[in-house]
């Protein structure tokens, strides 16, 4: 199985940080990388797609990068809506793995 | 509008099987992917595996292979998760999700709210 290894699994920021959430594979996954966010007692929304593709009605604050092994999610501006916790996940080998999570706190 | 409607919460017992649910509207149903996700309280989460209504194509994680089955009625446009014999570590909160693919990646757009299984003696 493919390991999706998150960083850091939580974090405290305050409305208009900047914030960077880090998720490294195991082995490549090309460009087969998506983004989550999950709020409590929610489903999980997707918000980037193939690294970097923005889902549609997805807020542009949002951006995806990386390649092969390594990728970041940040958040350009942190907004109060934003405060959730995110998931990558790799779909380039079944089992599709999430990373663990990185839960964003105020 | 594309929707997902999951079947509702259950409480059941140890040993006991359950079937759930998962209606899709708006789209058609057969031609996509439907993914089983599970999220434990407190934790992260799970792919469970997916099935392909259109094609009766069916992918399971080993982890779950063997301890669940999915199962879709394209005429209804519903998608199943079954077990045969519940245990407590089953107790979490199932999600399915749509997964449409482009460029050779797939992911999940579209979810389904969740649906809350319980099992305690």
């Known amino acids: 199985d493919i390991q999706m290894t998150q960083s850091p699994s939580s974090l405290s920021a305050s409305v208009g940080d900047r914030v960077t959430i880090t998720c490294r594979a195991s082995?490549?996954?090309?460009?087969?990388v998506n983004w989550y966010q999950q709020k409590p007692g929610q489903a999980p929304r997707l918000l980037i797609y193939?690294?970097?593709t923005l889902q549609s009605g997805v807020p542009s604050r949002f951006t995806g990068s990386g390649s092969e092994t390594d990728f970041t999610l940040t958040i350009s501006s942190l907004q109060p809506e934003d405060f959730a916790t995110y998931y990558c996940?790799?779909?380039?080998?079944?089992?599709?793995?999430f990373g663990g999570g990185t839960k964003v706190e105020i | 509008e594309v929707q997902l409607v999951q079947s509702g919460a259950e409480l059941k017992k140890p040993g006991e099987s359950l079937k759930i649910s998962c209606t899709g509207s708006?789209?058609?149903?057969?031609?996509?992917?439907i993914a089983w996700v599970r999220h434990v309280p407190g934790k992260g989460l799970e792919w469970m595996g997916m099935i392909h209504p259109g094609k009766s194509d069916l992918r399971y994680s080993p982890s779950f292979e063997g301890q669940v089955t999915m199962s879709a009625d394209k005429s209804l446009a519903t998608a199943y998760l079954k077990w045969s014999s519940l245990k407590a570590s089953d107790t979490a909160v199932y999600y399915c999700?749509?997964?449409?693919?482009?460029?050779?990646?797939?992911?999940?757009?579209?979810w389904g709210q969740g649906a809350l299984i319980s099992v305690s003696s």
């Open positions: 996940q790799q779909s380039y080998s079944i089992p599709l793995t």
């Open positions: 999700a749509r997964r449409p693919c482009s460029g050779g990646n797939c992911y999940s757009d579209f």
């Open positions: 193939t690294i970097s």
């Open positions: 082995q490549s996954v090309l460009s087969y």
């Open positions: 708006g789209y058609t149903f057969s031609n996509f992917w």
